[in-house]
């Protein structure tokens, strides 16, 4: 059963795939779908590339911890990934795009500022760090297809890698387009029933949601600011920081300078047509995000009360099936407080035996669903629909998932590659009308030299770091986190404001990148203890302390790039009259 | 407040889906306009041009 339904899942991709080869008749087409996609098409691939397997797996399992105080970054998601993006960015971008015949962001950039430079620097971030980002979902994927399918992670990895590949580079953005309407279709099925599922199954709207307020908060959550699953944790606390900066302004405002999501502005014919993928699109993102992170909060109602009579261990609280006892534990600093909370004295790389030789004794009473799912976030979740929902609903939510990868995957292939071609390519060959004969042919190249890479690191990352799961997240905001402080104070200047000039567009750029970089590798703890750069030059794993190390990049970088922005703009040589009044003709 | 625990996850709550009724609500307020092509505008500005043109000989 569930092979022929992959299968089936799989020959409709790759008809979508056929599809979009059949209709590509040159670069136009292969980068920007011809400037002639219907909404509804547009809106679901936006939405599908939008929201991976980490936006539902990651952060419904991070929304089982943090409880519902995680939906504000729904409230971001609709109204700045959705309703600003389009209204504000989207519409300008489109009527710009065309004037300067712009068919990738950093094209776009770079030829409203008149700086070639500019493209090639956007192009060199894309290419050198999305196939981070583009990794980790690789990760999230090949290890969910691992443990659905009982199959070697390897395996998994190449085959997926391979099914995306072949579409992606055969059949250009439209390719691309088509395959993400049709999984955003199935997601939005999934998470539909996945809804009404959980509030049927917790007694309703207000009883589960008056049972998941009435729970209450361990003491070693507690004790970093956690007040409830229904209320938001104490302002300025380590759980709030976190919170407020990481979570939602992190990922909720970065959204605006995703490469692979501005191209799809350009996708479409008039304005008429955003106006109408507002509405799919609006309905889609909250369908997502809103029911992973209510589902996520939801099930530890679900898990503590016990609701379907599951077998629990007695001594370490998780479902029998993913409980890490048995075996030896080697405290690290994600499990210290789970393992404390049973072993007060443990110590970071202490190892200790969960079960302290005691059998494996079942017991039917719940715990909190961190602590269900054996204090791995990503697997609330996947064992909360295992354990709570009917097995074709578990057929359904894997066909979501793996829709969801595959459709931020092609994007960000897609996006790669063009970067190579387009980007880099054709900007540093002399001979420009050979170049843009052969553009196509290197974006494709490209598109397969940024998989090979992006594979390499999905193969390479989890060896490395055995935590692995929390690298998926981690990968997720550093790009988030480059691409806001790089991007977006340029690409706001471009659509918005005259005066800003090249100079201050690039100064604004450059700094933004640097800062985040800077930020990643030595301040925020998060990241730079797992790089590990900062403890190999200065033997610690983060710069000025632990207040500094909770806050996001993007909440300094983005600032920075906005103040050089503005600030070089209005000491450097004016733009150009003419080429602006082009740029902004019809606007 | 639907069983919740304090005034921000209500809020948060209730926006997500107030700015779904937003788009919703401008999709279907706006579904037929904005429809010009930037190729119609640009034949419109041609249009005008030869107006001009027409009148100046």
Redesign the interface.
Known sequence: MTISLVVLYLLIIAFLGYLGYRKTHGASDYLVAGRDIHPYIMALSYGATFISTSAIVGFGGAASVF???I??L??LN??VG??IAF?FFG?RT??MG??LQAHTFPEFLGRRFQSPFMQKFAGMIIFLFMPLYAGVVLIGAAKFIQHQFNIDYTTALFFFTLIIAVYVIMGGLKGVMYTDAFQGTIMFVGMLVLLIYTYYTLGG?????????AMPVPPPLAAKGH??????PSFGSEFWWVLVSTIVMGVGIGVLAQPQLVVRFMTV????E??????????F??LMT?VAFISGSLSNVFFSKNVNNIEFCQITGAIMEVCPGKKIVTVSAENLARIRAQHPGAQINDEIDLHQGRPHVPTRNGSISIVAAGGNVATVIPQYIKQSMPKWFGLLFMLTLLAAAMSTLSSQFHAMGTAVGRDFYEQIVKDKTEAEERSVFISKIGIGVTILVSVLLAYILPKVYIRGEAIIARGTAIFFGLCAGSFLPAYLGALYFKKITKAGALAGMIGGFSVASFWLLFVHAAESSVIGLSMALFGRPALFGKTLGIVDPMFIALPVSIILTVAVSLFSQKPDAEHVDKCF??I | MFGLGDGWVFSAYMLCIASSILCVVYGILKWNSDGDTVKDLEQEHWVEDEIKIEKQL
Do not use: E, P
């Open positions: 409880g519902m105080g939906l504000w729904t409230v609709i109204f959705i309703f209204v519409k489109r009527i065309y004037h709207f207000i009883d589960a949601h008056s049972a998941l307020t007040t409830g699953w229904t209320s938001m014919k008039s304005n008429r955003l106006n109408r993928a507002i509405l799919v699109g609006g309905v993102i909250l809103g003709k019809n």
